[in-house]
């Protein structure tokens, strides 16, 4: 298996633009969960799906950020409009069952909001 | 709420040599689960070992252990003959038992290898 997949790796936009990332889960798994990482935060959980349905979005910062699991191979996270402190590397990992702990994570996409 | 405290932000050990690096955390339930985990410089979060609280038995896996001590509520991580590919971050986690459930990161021990 090719393990979580995101897209881009790496994103530099303008404030005020549209950013989507992307992610595709491991085959078969039926949780996705997407962090965000910063240096002053940490690891942050942002919202976990399981079996597309949003459970946990808690952790969305603000209306700014929107995601969306259209079926169980793709995901998309969406901040409109972007900003500086939007920043940050943002990772999408999958499990089989509601494991958190036990998800395998993509290799990350890096953005930078100018 | 959970904390994870993960107090050295960098570590060095020289190549076959062991390190250890130390993680707290703060909870109030008798039964949960922690992790260690690896971030390379790819970026990729690789799940070290794994240890659920009702085991008394420290996990291991390969050349890294853990010492737990559920009183302390301390859970070290000890990588023994040390190797260049184990140089990354490495982030302590908490999560609580049943269903769905947060899981609680540190905030990260850098660990450099010295050849």
């Known amino acids: 298996d090719a393990g979580v997949i995101q897209s881009p790796r790496h994103e530099v936009t303008e404030m005020g633009q549209e950013v989507t990332l992307r992610c595709k889960p491991i085959s078969g798994h039926n949780s996705l969960f997407w962090y965000r990482q910063t240096m002053m935060r940490g690891l942050e959980l942002l919202i976990y799906f399981n079996n597309n349905v949003p459970i946990d979005d808690s952790g969305m910062p603000e209306d700014r950020f929107s995601a969306k699991m259209p079926n169980a191979s793709f995901s998309t996270l969406k901040i409109q409009p972007s900003e500086p402190r939007d920043s940050a590397v943002y990772f999408c990992?999958?499990?089989?069952?509601?494991?958190?702990?036990?998800?395998?994570f993509g290799q990350g996409t890096r953005l930078t909001v100018v | 709420a959970q904390t994870v405290t993960q107090s050295q932000p960098e570590m060095s050990v020289q190549e076959a040599e062991t390190v250890t690096l130390s993680c707290t955390y703060d909870t109030s339930e008798s039964d949960y689960y922690l992790f260690w985990y690896k971030q390379p410089p790819s970026r990729q979060m690789i799940l070290v070992i794994r240890?659920?609280?009702?085991?008394?038995q420290n996990a291991t896996e390969n050349r890294f252990s853990v010492n737990f001590q559920k009183a302390a509520k301390s859970f070290s991580l000890k990588i023994s003959d040390s190797q260049l590919g184990d140089a990354a971050m490495y982030f302590c986690?908490?999560?609580?038992?049943?269903?769905?459930?947060?899981?609680?990161f540190g905030i990260g021990t850098k660990l450099q290898v010295i050849p």
């Open positions: 240890q659920e609280a009702y085991k008394q």
């Open positions: 990992a999958s499990s089989l069952g509601q494991g958190a702990g036990k998800a395998f």
């Open positions: 986690a908490y999560r609580s038992p049943g269903g769905y459930q947060k899981v609680t």
